[in-house]
């Protein structure tokens, strides 16, 4: 696609409940970026793919966060038994290559918030 | 790991004016991205600036690596530049970590 698509654009969740977030990156790109963005900061990365390959989750917060990219395009990024301090925007970014010579673009963010 | 700091971390222009935002980073860094992030959320990419000057019409960014630090000047500001201004910096293979920001609000 001409860019990073990322939905829902915005999702409540009740507390406990588990939320799966969808990236669809530029049609190409080898590299794949989940960011958290907590309100009135920078984006903090969670972690990278290269093609199918999760080669950093050092950001993931705990647990109950799982990222996957399965065929190489598409990613998903799971939160099981949300809480409260899980609400944030979710970035998504993408690149050409395997390393960020070509910079990101990044999608629009899912607004998660946790009731 | 690194540090990126942006200053200032607000700021408010009359229409016309020039600015310049600052970015300080602690360490040696492979990549250096610029980004706006419009009142939507959207990132939007303005500059990738490893080293170096680039300029895209009335922006302009510079980047002196062995100094650690990348300024963004945006001439003749218009309200539509409003929003916040992101520096990234890649540390490591394929993270990078953001500063904390310019709110930048242009006013009629």
């Known amino acids: 696609g001409a860019g990073v698509s990322q939905s829902p654009r915005y999702k409540v969740a009740k507390r406990g409940q588990d939320v799966a977030l969808r990236c669809d990156p530029i049609s190409g790109h080898v590299s794949l970026f989940w960011y958290q963005q907590a309100l009135g900061q920078g984006p903090e990365f969670l972690t990278y793919?290269?093609?199918?390959?999760?080669?950093?989750k050092s950001g993931l917060p705990s647990d109950r966060f799982f990222a996957e990219r399965p065929e190489g395009s598409v990613s998903t990024l799971k939160i099981q038994r949300t809480q409260q301090e899980d609400s944030a925007v979710y970035l998504c970014?993408?690149?050409?290559?395997?390393?960020?010579?070509?910079?990101?673009?990044f999608g629009s963010g899912t607004r998660l918030t946790v009731v | 790991g690194i540090q990126v700091e942006q200053s200032p971390p607000d700021l408010i222009l009359q229409e016309g004016a020039n600015s310049t935002l600052r970015c300080n980073f602690s360490?040696?860094?492979?990549?250096l991205q610029w980004f706006h992030q419009n009142p939507w959320g959207q990132l939007i990419n303005l500059f990738y600036?490893?080293?170096g000057t680039k300029q895209n019409g009335r922006l302009s960014a510079t980047t002196v690596a062995t100094e650690r630090y990348s300024l963004l000047y945006i001439s003749s500001s218009q309200t539509t530049d409003s929003g916040v201004y992101f520096c990234?910096?890649?540390?490591?293979?394929?993270?990078?970590?953001f500063g904390s920001g310019t709110k930048l609000n242009v006013k009629p």
């Open positions: 970014a993408s690149s050409l290559l395997g390393g960020g010579g070509n910079g990101y673009t």
């Open positions: 600036i490893p080293s």
């Open positions: 990234a910096v890649e540390h490591g293979f394929n993270k990078f970590y």
């Open positions: 793919f290269q093609n199918e390959a999760q080669l950093d």
């Open positions: 360490d040696s860094v492979n990549n």
